[in-house]
């Protein structure tokens, strides 16, 4: 078992990482308030891993909060099933909630947490790859509102992540490719070594060899980590993790959020960042194509389908929040292995960027 820091000012945590430890009793009961327990999951998770969990805790009490499947269930509905829960079983301060799950579930019981008395104690076990690799670490917490994803949402850091690699054998292979995307994503802002090594790797991955998937969850974690230290709050640096996001939510808007997996709109996102960087002169040629190659060993789609209007495209990237801040700020690239902020790009620029990666 591998145990990555995140250090941060005041409130730093552990990520547990390693096959099959979900049933391991010490770590959770070394994380574990005094108080009741509440266990929150989702209709195709807690039938594949509850039991683990259910084992690890032993003879500690606890309850369970089942939700269903999907990204349109994190709703303030959903959210309040949370909330009734726990006064239903008269939670008080010293009470843990485990969230059990993808993104989906860590976000919205990551938000019942912070929300429940002011903030009470929470635990992540991230079964997907996206949730593994970025979702569970950083504190990042939210629901959805019928205008726009992530709309309501509070900072909460979890008091550890508990993340069993084992729990991706059971993972659609769609699925699983969709967090590649991120992955990819922090070789290519600033770990030069790594993309190298996932280059050198991909087939291993893609056999789900258990020691390449558990350094490059590991290498992965370290990044997010890092940055999230450098920068809690998304005041600066941490504004690389959107590289490819910009364009990515624009393809996902575009699409009623129905085509795309969130990886998939991400990884054709920064081939059209990459593609906008080249033409910039800010990257040398090339780079695009070495990333897509990558991309593609994952069967990642890396094309603007032909159908959606680019017109469309860019109306949609203008009104993404992370684009209106100033001009359209967009994380470009120097190079593999080194993002930037750049806000210099025109109108034309951007929208030739995404012409020529449509097709
Ligand atoms: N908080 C953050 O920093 C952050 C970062 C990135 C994404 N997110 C959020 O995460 C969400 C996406 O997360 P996701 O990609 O994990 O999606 P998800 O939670 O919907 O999971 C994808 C699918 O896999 C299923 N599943 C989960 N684990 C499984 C397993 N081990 N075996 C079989 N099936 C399994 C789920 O039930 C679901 O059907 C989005 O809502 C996004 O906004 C949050
Ligand atoms: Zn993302």
Redesign the pocket.
């Known amino acids: 078992m591998k145990t990555i820091e995140v250090n941060l000012a005041a409130n730093g945590y552990p990520v547990y990482l390693g096959r099959g430890i979900l049933e391991e009793g010490s770590l959770w009961r070394k994380h574990l308030g005094g108080g009741k327990i509440l266990v929150v999951s ?1 209709d ?2 807690a039938p ?2 509850l039991e683990a969990v259910r084992s690890a805790l032993g003879k500690l009490d606890f309850d369970v909060h089942v939700i269903p ?3 349109q269930i ?1 709703t303030a509905e959903t959210w309040c099933g949370i909330i009734d829960k726990l006064i239903g079983m008269q939670a008080r301060r010293d009470t843990s909630i485990i969230a059990l ?7 919205i019981t ?1 938000f019942a947490a912070a929300c429940y008395m002011r903030g009470v104690r929470f635990l992540q076990a ?3 790859l ?2 593994q690799v ?2 569970s670490v ?1 504190g ?3 629901i959805n509102h019928v205008k726009g ?2 709309l309501i949402g509070a900072f909460h850091q979890p008091a550890t992540v508990i993340i069993d690699s084992a ?2 054998d ?3 292979v769609r ?1 699983f490719n ?2 590649m995307a ?1 992955v990819i994503k922090y070789g290519a802002i600033r770990d030069p070594r790594f993309f190298s090594w996932l280059e050198d790797n991909a087939d291993a991955i893609n056999e789900r060899d258990a020691d390449a998937v558990d350094h490059m969850i590991c290498r992965s974690v370290q990044n997010k980590a890092e940055i999230v230290a450098l920068d809690e709050k998304e005041a600066g640096v941490r504004a690389l993790l959107n590289f490819g996001h910009s364009f990515g939510h624009a393809l996902e808007a575009e699409t009623a959020f129905s085509e795309f ?3 998939e709109a991400v990884a054709i996102g920064m081939v059209t960042a990459t593609i906008l960087s080249e033409s910039r002169g800010l990257c040398a040629a090339g780079t695009a194509q070495r990333l897509s190659a990558l991309l593609d060993r994952f069967d990642l789609p890396i094309r603007i389908p032909p159908q959606l209007s680019i017109g469309n495209l860019a109306e949609a990237l203008e009104l993404d929040k992370k684009a209106l801040v100033s001009g359209l700020r967009l994380i470009l690239l120097n190079t593999i292995g080194k993002a930037i902020v750049d806000n210099q790009s025109t109108r034309n620029e951007i929208i030739d960027a995404m012409k020529r990666n449509a097709g």
């Not at 799950?101 to 976000?107: A, K």
Request: proline letters at 5%.
């Open positions: 989702n195709i998770v594949l891993y499947d999907g990204e994190k799950g993808g993104g989906v579930v860590g976000d990551g991230p079964t997907t996206l949730a970025d979702a950083g990042k917490t939210a994803k992530n729990t991706l059971t993972l659609p699925e969709a967090g991120e997996l969130h990886g």
